[in-house]
């Protein structure tokens, strides 16, 4: 019965070779969000989709993208990830209407 | 700007013993502040809110706003207490998280 399920949950990729991580729910919530979290740190909010509609942190590298083709599922591509780029990567789903979010298990992205 | 601040990395307490875990913010707005936990080998997850003004597994949280702190208590800590503590002020429609705090409890 997981809501927010995260794939895969462990990912290593090459310096430079770009990586997609995937979320999908199964809420129905309108709302998406994609954090980093290093070792020892806060999440750190990326951006968010309200809907369709994508929200960037000023601070989110232009290296990280993100794309939501429906309400279920959403991806986060590194197109060239740096060392500095191995973290969690935590989505998480808000009904629009609520205040709680549900957090997926996360993935622990490695570059080498 | 906004910022949350949870000062202790790491603390460790007797079962039934008092636990609190501090929480202090800065926001210039009205706070919504949360506290979520993360269990050993699972998601993070909603643990309390302050609006609700509720008590959830023996844990409690008073918004302070003379001392911006919205530090979490409980009388008496118990084993399955154990756990990653996150202390999240909602702002600009984003969820701030301080760096949390790993409480354990030593039966």
């Known amino acids: 019965d997981a809501m927010v399920i995260q794939n895969p949950r462990y990912q290593v990729t090459q310096f430079g070779k770009p990586v997609t991580l995937s979320c999908s729910q199964t809420?129905?919530?309108?709302?998406m969000y994609w954090y980093q979290q290093k070792s020892s740190q806060a999440p750190k909010l990326l951006f968010h989709?309200?809907?369709?509609?994508?929200?960037n942190e000023a601070d989110t590298p232009d290296n990280f993208q993100s794309r939501r083709p429906n309400t279920s599922f959403c991806f986060l591509d590194i197109r060239s990830p740096g060392l500095g780029d191995a973290a969690m990567y935590l989505c998480a789903t808000q009904a629009g209407t609520s205040y709680e979010q549900y957090f997926g298990p996360g993935t622990r992205l490695t570059v080498t | 700007a906004q910022r949350v601040t949870q000062p202790e990395k790491l603390l460790s307490v007797f079962k039934g013993a008092p636990v609190e875990l501090k929480c202090n913010y800065s926001y210039s707005g009205s706070p919504e502040l949360f506290w979520y936990v993360q269990y050993s080998r699972q998601r993070l997850q909603l643990l309390l809110r302050h609006i609700s003004r509720e008590s959830i597994k023996g844990f409690t949280a008073d918004l302070n706003k003379g001392e911006t702190s919205f530090h979490l208590k409980k009388p008496f800590a118990q084993e399955e207490d154990s756990a990653m503590y996150y202390c999240?002020?909602?702002?600009?429609?984003?969820?701030?998280f301080g760096t949390g705090t790993r409480l354990t409890v030593i039966p």
């Open positions: 809420l129905n919530h309108n709302v």
């Open positions: 989709y309200y809907d369709k509609d994508f929200n």
């Open positions: 999240a002020l909602e702002g600009a429609n984003n969820l701030f």
